[in-house]
């Protein structure tokens, strides 16, 4: 059969221009094919048209053709591109990084982080791009808050806040200051820091005390070991040392002042005209002592020819003077002789004396030789009186009759009940005769029937007691001695018992629920009354953080309870709007406003339970809200960005401290209705850093001797290497930041 030559033509074009495609179009990553597509082959010329898939675009139809056997674009230039966000926005006293793409377009994520000493309320710390947006709402940084902090017993505060027990932010200082007669123990200031912490435990007022002190070559009269503010200690030196100052000290809030101390004595070689004495030395310490010798014609100022270093030289002086014998007054006695024309007596010579009536001499006669010697008359005492013991009233009389000398003693034996006077029991030979006399006395006794002991008893069998005898009494259960104890003692004097026995109703330290005592005490007598506090997120059933209660003859006047603190649902203005909504709110929940009709919010966004009720105050919401002036200068800091002659209600500004000097508080302020909140305070860091950090493969620029806080340090990485991370570290609270890394260029 044969073909017309057109037809032939035809065909043999179709199969040698004309080439199908052998598979349907291909999917993509970005776009969605549109139709079905279950065919194997397809004729040259077939479109097959594209959509973007969720969260791309692209201007105009992404249109693919088969040509030539295979699928092309129609427009290579039409491609599905990530659909952009916009700005996440951003949050006062926070920012945001990127932590998911380098764009914000669809698939990145952001999340933010508070500035310091600020926290994030909720938990959702980001925003993701997604199809129609981004996600969750922006995130809110509060300022971090302390617990209010009570007055230390004893002392008080002073404090930045605003009022009194209200909670603090970050940055806000508290001082403390103790009452007369105390003194801190602990900080002096602490600040509440980022985490919401106290920089430091609360300091205690502690009374003032020294401890016994230690002296060297010397010792305390007194075995106390605690003395309290304003106690005298005295002390005493050993031999041969004396008073640093004084011989007392007083017990100061700096310590003993002043300081006991004991300093050595030492005297300079004694000048001693006429005389001579040994041992000669060139320095003589304290109780060192030299003996002397007067030359002839010459004696001893004083009895005796020994002399001692003291502190005040030596002593006696050693002098040596001519010194005659006047004539001598012989007290109970008289010179034998007139001896007119004798006086003054020389050296040696000798006259004869008597004594009177019951005084005789030294050597127990009627009369005797008084000589002159260097020192004076000898004897010294010519005349002693003589006693006699032969009998003694209500006492032992001796069995034969004896004679004393004036100075000489005598030990007696009054009977049962009875005693010298004033309750001795020797006699001494004086010049006026026995003391005391020989006469002994009754002596008083004490008995039991002359005491009743209310709620209390006699834990002895005995029921008289001697003068100066001490017995023992008891209290009954459930009471006590005025000072605490359950028994006591009382002792027999002259004018009868030293004290009437007291027994007093008592309370023990009661148990607590939920709350702690404010004082040491182990026991409490009838009034007394026992201050407590609530543990924290409690309060007493009428509202209150504190309480006290009273002992009483049938026990504590009330239980000593705290419960759970609970917020009741603050009052709003109707503008203000507030979530969660709850009937009552416990410790630590949280509430978040909004303003409804457009308005504005000032104040804060969100308040929390605390145990003393809502805190910051609620916000308000305004038609409109006044704008702020330039901000105040921060002392040894600065603005850190250009100043404006305006600013408008919730602007922030950043703060920076000169270098040297550390920041504490929010490094933002922020204007709110015309006010700008509070600054925070640049505070001089005295502290250093060490040596720079080595790195690797790099050398440091330039190099100081001395890094201060916020010095600055940078690196340079060797040829052939690459640096990885900031070019710097900063000297920050003596510590250095992380140093940069030098890596081989070709691995880069």
């Not at 330039?630 to 703060?655: A, C, D, F, I, M």
């Amino acid at each position: 059969m044969r073909f017309p030559a057109a037809i032939v033509w035809l065909m043999l074009w179709t199969v040698c221009v004309a080439k199908d495609c052998q598979e349907p179009p291909p999917r993509k990553e970005r776009e969605i094919l549109s139709g079905s597509w279950t065919e194997q082959t397809y004729r040259e010329g077939t479109q097959a048209t594209y959509k973007c898939r969720p969260g791309y675009r692209t201007l105009g139809s992404i249109v693919m053709v088969c040509k030539d056997g295979k699928w092309l674009s129609l427009h290579p230039s039409r491609i599905c591109q990530k659909k952009p966000c916009g700005h996440p926005g951003d949050t006062p006293f926070g920012s945001f990084h990127l932590a998911v793409g380098t764009q914000f377009e669809y698939g990145a994520k952001i999340v933010y982080t508070c500035d310091e000493g600020y926290q994030m309320l909720g938990e959702m710390n980001f925003r993701e791009c997604e199809t129609n947006g981004w996600t969750n709402n922006i995130p809110i940084c509060e300022v971090v808050k302390c617990l209010p902090v009570t007055e230390p017993e004893n002392g008080k505060i002073f404090s930045g806040a605003l009022e009194p027990d209200q909670i603090y932010t970050f940055g806000q200082a508290i001082q403390f200051e103790c009452n007369s007669g105390y003194i801190l123990d602990g900080p002096k200031q602490i600040h509440c820091s980022a985490d919401g912490i106290w920089s430091e435990e609360k300091p205690k007022c502690v009374e003032i005390s020294c401890k016994q002190p230690t002296i060297l070559n010397g010792y305390p009269l007194s075995l106390k070991e605690i003395y309290k503010a304003n106690e005298r200690v005295q002390y005493k030196c050993t031999s041969g040392f004396e008073y640093g100052e004084r011989g007392d000290a007083v017990c100061t809030e700096f310590g003993w002042t002043p300081v006991p101390s004991c300093k050595e004595i030492t005297c300079d070689p004694p000048y001693i005209p006429n005389g001579i004495y040994t041992p000669q030395l060139t320095k003589y310490r304290g109780e060192d002592k030299i003996i002397y010798e007067c030359k002839s014609g010459f004696s001893p100022v004083i009895q005796g020819n020994v002399a001692m270093c003291t502190s005040h030289g030596w002593s006696p002086a050693p002098r040596c003077s001519f010194k005659p014998c006047d004539f001598p007054v012989i007290k109970h006695g008289r010179l034998q002789y007139a001896y007119e024309g004798y006086f003054p007596a020389r050296l040696g010579q000798q006259f004869t004396y008597h004594c009177d009536q019951y005084f005789v001499t030294p050597l127990r006669t009627y009369w005797n030789y008084l000589t002159c010697t260097p020192q004076g008359w000898s004897p010294e005492v010519p005349c002693l009186r003589q006693c006699t013991f032969n009998y003694l009233e209500n006492g032992r009389s001796p069995d034969k009759e004896k004679e004393y000398l004036q100075g000489e003693t005598v030990r007696v034996h009054c009977y049962n009940g009875y005693s010298l006077q004033n309750y001795q029991n020797t006699m001494t030979c004086t010049e006026n005769d026995w003391f005391p006399p020989p006469r002994c006395i009754r002596v008083k006794t004490c008995s039991k029937s002359d005491i009743q002991i209310k709620n209390g008893f006699f834990s002895e069998s005995t029921f008289t007691y001697p003068l100066n005898k001490q017995t023992q009494y008891k209290c009954k259960s459930r009471y006590v001695t005025a000072d605490g104890n359950t028994s006591g003692l009382i002792t027999c004097l002259q004018s009868g018992w030293s004290m009437q026995p007291v027994c007093i109703k008592s309370c023990d330290m009661p148990v607590f629920e939920n709350a702690r005592a404010r004082s040491d005490g182990t026991w409490f007598k009838v009034n007394d009354s026992l201050d407590y506090e609530c543990l924290d997120g409690h309060e007493s059933q009428d509202g209150h953080t504190t309480g006290s209660i009273v002992c009483g003859e049938d026990g504590w006047s009330d239980k000593p309870a705290c419960y759970e603190r609970e917020c009741s649902i603050p009052q709003m203005e109707n503008n203000l709007d507030a979530n969660p909504k709850k009937d009552t709110y416990k410790f630590g929940d949280v509430l978040k406003f909004s303003c409804i009709q457009g308005r504005i919010m000032v104040g804060a966004d969100s308040v929390q339970c605390y145990h003393f009720g809502w805190s910051p105050n609620l916000p308000t919401c305004k038609g409109q809200v006044k704008s702020c002036a330039p901000p105040p200068q921060l002392l040894s800091g600065e603005v850190k960005e250009t100043q404006k002659e305006e600013y408008g209600h919730s602007e922030v500004v950043e703060y920076v401290c000169n270098p040297g000097f550390l920041m504490k508080g929010s490094h933002k302020i922020q204007c709110v209705d015309g006010q700008w909140t509070a600054l925070p305070v640049c505070i001089e860091e005295k502290s250093t850093c060490g040596d720079i950090p080595e790195l690797d493969h790099g050398y440091v620029n330039h190099s100081a001797p001395l890094y201060h806080h916020g010095d600055l340090v940078e690196f340079s990485c060797r040829e052939a290497f690459t640096m990885i991370g900031p070019r710097s570290v900063t000297c920050i609270s003596g510590k250095w930041t992380q140093p940069p890394q030098c890596i081989e260029t070709s691995q880069s």
